[in-house]
């Protein structure tokens, strides 16, 4: 399987530098604005990941949670959401794009008709937080069927055996949970701690792709260059917070709080 | 689907957690997986474990003040002139209803794990305070979490709380009643599942949450059929009724009968009207980590409910009902805030030794219902699971008093 989400992981090795990888909701704070901000950052992101809001985030900090409440608020449902995908995809400088979320809404829309539906509109990725290995099995097989990469998580808890099995079971990218936390927490490790877990994973398959997330912010991010990418959520919602608390334009403030992130990395 | 004979109710699921193949499971971050995994072992260790039996028995006897009565509610029975009606006072217990049995449990548990934290959630208070004394009484550290609107309209049980020496955090996302608490705790749960147990309020969330609950209050069924055995000479023919929020009082309560046809024992839960996923033939969602009847809205988010009764106030119900109902082997209805506070209000005015908390005065709706229809020799007993003080302030309110 070669999509999208390959050819900007070989375009970084080729020059020798990690992705970044940005965290928004889709829907957040609005529909329109949502895709803006989405147009905008791609200027300086390799990969978007989008979330599609769900109102019992049982595993999201309160800046992803509050995201996800706006988007809900205003009334974001997977048909809208599938609809800006489509919309993004035909922006000329738009990247690969990975839709993440709970199961519940996937279960919901119904699986098959999700992975189709992802499919037409040119999602490339797919993250299912609570749907954790061997359960996703199933999902996994059908995303791959539609070329679609499905994206295995592994956490600072996971067993090296479960590890081994999940890799075995992964597509072209593992997310590795940086620590024991919910997202949009500050990091409570060492980003030591953090490259040592990546390099164990990556000695089960030097292959994967590994991506680092939760927690990363642009005090940390430069210290984690060695991973081959890094994703930005969490730090990215609470700027979408704070500049419309104080009627900032959000598309701009991320622009440039993306930009910045870009820099610290090289 | 079927009801697999010989087999405790608790483990009628199949290697991934599901109950007749559809209903639980484990829907949880990875983060959580291994520490879920190792309390899973554990929790089947420990029920194998004479040594924990011994101790959990000590704690239900000493601690918890022992057996909850069973009698009959004579005037009642008079009143509607049909079915004995009897009642299994649960709220007789120490702790003033069922979940001082898992809140208990959860604490021993936490100690076996060796762990010194335990947080748990709660919507009528009643787990939270049971989980903040047994926390007391086994020298842990206990967080609390409570939705701000329950934690005002449940004040006597904050108090109690606090004075048990918890922390309560105040969870004030969504309806900022139990739904949120619960997924609040978990959150905490995920950030700290290395050092903290996490007790689950009611027979919902992932397996073995929902297994260690049902575990717990199983032991109102089993003192239920010594005293019917004591009383009866057999176990009688009879209906038990029971109030379903979660689920977990009507589990315990029926854990030792589901093996029973129909015919002999009849199982019925009374949900809260505007929270009745059973009642109302909801749509299969995942909610807390498990595949369950939900309320949801046409875009499948969780929808928001109302009741009176902050115990019954949640959009989901136990993976271990849905599998009751789907099976047949219960059956579903509900009663609204009025009809709760009318059987409230004639029950305590007929029998004044009983004092219902609002979440089973909703099963007392349905109790007055069927007695007069039926004969005198036919029996109910119902699930006494709470007490009213906590309720105190809003049962004046409704009724313009409170029984003395
Ligand atoms: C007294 C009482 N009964 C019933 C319930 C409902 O929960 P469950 O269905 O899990 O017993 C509660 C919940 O707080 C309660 O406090």
């Known amino acids: 399987m070669r999509n999208a989400i390959d050819l900007a992981f070989q375009k970084g090795r080729v020059e020798k530098k990690p992705l970044l990888i940005s965290y928004t909701v889709c829907g957040d704070p609005n529909k329109k604005k949502s895709l803006e901000i989405l147009k905008s950052i791609s200027e300086y992101v390799n990969i978007v990941e989008w979330g599609f809001a769900h109102n019992c985030p049982t595993a999201d900090g309160p800046d992803i949670q509050n995201s996800s409440y706006r988007a809900i608020k205003n009334g974001v449902n997977l048909k809208d959401t599938f609809k800006l995908v489509k919309d993004y995809k035909k922006y000329k400088n738009s990247k690969p794009l990975i839709l993440m979320g709970y199961y519940q809404m ?14 037409e509109v040119g999602v490339d990725g797919l993250i299912v937080v609570d749907l954790p290995w061997p359960n996703n099995k199933d999902i996994a097989k059908l995303c791959k069927k539609n070329s679609i990469c499905f994206i295995q998580l592994v956490a600072p808890t996971t067993t090296k055996k479960r590890m081994k099995m999940i890799i ?36 089960i398959n030097p292959k994967k792709n590994v991506v680092v997330g939760f927690g990363i912010n642009k005090k940390n991010i430069s210290s984690l260059k060695k991973c081959d990418g890094l994703v930005v959520g969490s730090a990215i919602c609470k700027e979408i917070s704070t500049s419309l608390k104080n009627r900032q334009n959000p598309v701009k403030k991320l622009n440039k709080m993306v930009k910045e992130l870009k820099r610290k990395m090289s | 689907m079927k009801i697999r004979k010989g087999i405790p109710l608790i483990d009628q699921h199949d290697k991934n957690g599901f109950y007749g193949g559809k209903f639980g499971g484990n829907f949880i971050a990875e983060t959580a997986i291994k520490p879920i995994q190792d309390l899973s072992k554990l929790f089947e260790k420990l029920r194998k474990d004479k040594k924990f039996l011994k101790l959990k028995d000590y704690y239900f006897k000493n601690y918890l003040k022992g057996e909850t009565p069973l009698f009959k509610l004579e005037n009642l029975t008079d009143h509607l002139g049909g079915a004995q009606i009897w009642c299994k006072d649960v709220s007789a217990i120490h702790g003033d209803a069922h979940k001082a049995y898992h809140a208990t449990v959860n604490a021993l548990i936490c100690k076996a794990a060796g762990k010194k934290y335990i947080v748990g959630d709660t919507g009528a208070g009643m787990f939270g305070k049971n989980l903040a004394m047994a926390a007391r009484e086994l020298k842990l550290k206990c967080k609390i979490f409570m939705g701000t609107k329950d934690i005002k309209r449940q004040a006597p049980n904050v108090k109690f709380m606090r004075e048990a020496g918890a922390e309560i955090i105040p969870v004030s996302s969504g309806s900022a009643t139990l ?19 996490l007790a689950v309020g009611s027979a919902i969330g992932a397996n073995v949450f929902l297994k260690i609950c049902a575990y717990s ?23 038990l009724v029971n109030v379903i929020g979660g689920g977990s009082s009507a ?34 969602a995942i909610l807390h980590g498990a595949a369950q009847y939900c309320l949801t809205d046409k875009n499948g988010q969780i929808k928001e409910t109302h009741s009176i009764s902050a115990g019954l106030d949640y959009p989901g119900v136990s993976p271990l009902h849905c599998f009751l109902k789907d099976t047949g082997r219960a059956r579903y209805c509900s009663a609204s805030d009025e009809q709760a506070l009318a059987a409230f209000k ?10 219902p908390s609002l979440e089973p005065s909703h099963c007392l709706h349905e109790v007055i219902r069927l007695a007069p229809k039926l004969n005198e020799d036919e029996i109910i007993i119902y699930n006494n699971c709470g007490h009213a003080y906590k309720d105190r302030k809003i049962i004046q309110e409704k009724i313009g008093y409170y029984p003395t």
């Open chain 2, 346 to 355: 004639l029950v305590t005015q007929l029998e004044p030794s009983v004092k």
């Open chain 1, 106 to 119: 996937i279960f919901h829309y119904g699986e098959k008709r999700f992975v189709k539906k992802c499919k």
């Open chain 2, 179 to 197: 739904v949120d608490a619960v997924s609040e705790c978990m959150r905490y749960y995920v950030s700290n599942c290395d050092t903290t147990h």
């Open chain 2, 251 to 284: 589990a315990g309560f029926w854990s030792e009968f589901i093996h029973y046809p129909k015919k002999h024992i009849e199982l019925i839960g009374v949900e809260a009207k505007y929270c009745a996923p059973l009642t109302t033939n909801a749509k299969l």
């Open chain 2, 217 to 239: 209050t199983a032991q109102i069924s089993r003192e239920l059929k010594k005293q019917l055995l004591e009383e009866f000479g057999e176990i009688p023919k009879m209906k």
């Open chain 1, 168 to 203: 075995k079971d992964s597509h072209q990218i593992l997310y590795q949970i940086s620590m024991i936390s919910t997202t949009g927490k500050k990091l409570k490790v060492s980003s030591k701690e953090i490259i040592k877990n990546n390099k164990i994973i990556k000695r």
